[in-house]
């Protein structure tokens, strides 16, 4: 590596070290997936499925993509897995052009209410191939979604699918509501849990599958701890990839598997599978469970502590392992001006969108943080408030650029008490 790429490896891997991650979708990996995506799989082509590949080389490779399926089956409770997708976007890219036709619907979660740009974002790719018609909160202040409406709206458009999911909300969806919509439609029930997956995994959080769903997607390097890539979980019949099936719900682990490759991705990247596979063995020893759970408890005793002291929450609380601030109604602050004052002293977070938001998506009012990664890294409910405090000092003492550098270094000293995951 030349000198000026090894100085920003060591740069980050500073900046990694020295401050708290408070973005939710991140996370810190081990130092074994670390080893696997740095490893020689890189190397390899393996265009096709284990045991259906197109070019030589593959006894190796074909063991490597049978475990990670294998141990994602056996982690969420599906009857298929293709561990193939680059990512999480591509995941949902696929199931879309799995199963519908041009001009199908899919109904999602608002936009601005917590769902994900791969939910038909009018500047996505899908927005312009395929309808999409919203569900959202019914109370702002609880954050309960509402089910009566997407009953009817659901009746009236008739939906292909319907998705669950999302990147921005703190509370739980009911699957069972879910479910008797979809059902009562004929809609595919697809959840996007690329947030939550690891909390499901961990069974910190219900599994999708358990209320009838039909297709999980998510990602792998969120809350799940594995290398960046995506997922897609199926139950129904496996078939044969290389013929092509009707289009029903008992052919959608074949109809998906044809779409990830080769209607829509080349070569899987083998290095990656092979971290997929260790991340996922890990998912399964019994201290992933205690973590799962921890990122809960942590959410919510940070949730406290940020109320405690002025913040105001949106839907006053959380669920899960996210938190949204309306730092505009908190301190008059905007998100994008608290996640810059924040990034001075250390914390890490990023500025969001939050229901009705009077500001425009690249300066609005909302701040998002999450756990998992300080969990990851060995946090607990007791130091939330230590997080609280210094989140709170600095959005106050904003203007003083002493009390800033102050709070700097005290974050740098306690986040350098915890070692990197990968450091052991
Ligand atoms: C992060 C996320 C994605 C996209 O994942 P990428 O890996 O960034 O492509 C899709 N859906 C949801 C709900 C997400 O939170």
Known sequence: MNKTLKELLEAEEKRQRQGL?????????????????????????????PGKRYYGGQENTDKVEQLAIDRAKQLFGADHANVQPH?????????????????????????????HLTHGHPVTSSAKLYKFVRYGIKDIETGEIDYDAMREVAKKEKPKILLAGFSGYPRALDYEKFASIGNEVGAVLMADMAHIAGLIAGKALPNPFDFGFHIITTTT???????????????????????????????????IDREVFPGFQGGPHMNNVLAKAVAFGEAQQPEFQTYA???????????????????KLVTNGTDNHLIQIDMMK???????EAQDILDEIGLTANCNSIPNDPLPPFRPSGLRLG????????????????????????????????????LKAIVSEFASKYPLPSDK
């Not at 897609?232 to 496996?238: E, Q, S």
């Not at 759970?293 to 913040?311: I, P, S, Y």
């Not at 908190?330 to 994008?336: A, I, K, L």
């Open 293 to 311: 759970k921890q990122v809960l408890k942590n959410a919510k005793r940070l949730a406290d502590e940020l109320m405690n002291r002025g913040f």
């Open 21 to 49: 991650e408070l973005i939710p979708s991140e996370n810190y990996v081990s130092r074994d997936v670390l080893d696997a995506l740095g490893s020689i799989y890189t190397n390899k082509y393996s265009e096709g499925y």
């Open 371 to 406: 756990t998992p990664a300080i969990t990851s890294r060995g946090l607990n409910e007791d130091d939330m408030a230590l997080v609280a405090e210094w989140m709170n000092a600095a959005i106050v003492g904003r203007n003083k650029p002493d009390q800033l550098k102050k």
């Open 330 to 336: 908190s301190f008059e602050v905007t998100g994008r």
């Open 87 to 115: 990512s999480g976007a591509p995941a949902n890219i696929a199931v879309y052009q799995a199963w519908l036709e041009p001009g199908d619907c899919v109904m999602a979660m608002q936009l601005d209410q917590g769902g």
């Open 221 to 255: 390097h969120k809350t799940l701890r594995g290398p960046r890539g995506g997922m897609i979980l199926t139950r129904g019949t496996v078939g044969n990839p290389l013929k092509a099936p009707d289009k029903t719900v008992e052919n959608l682990p074949t109809l």
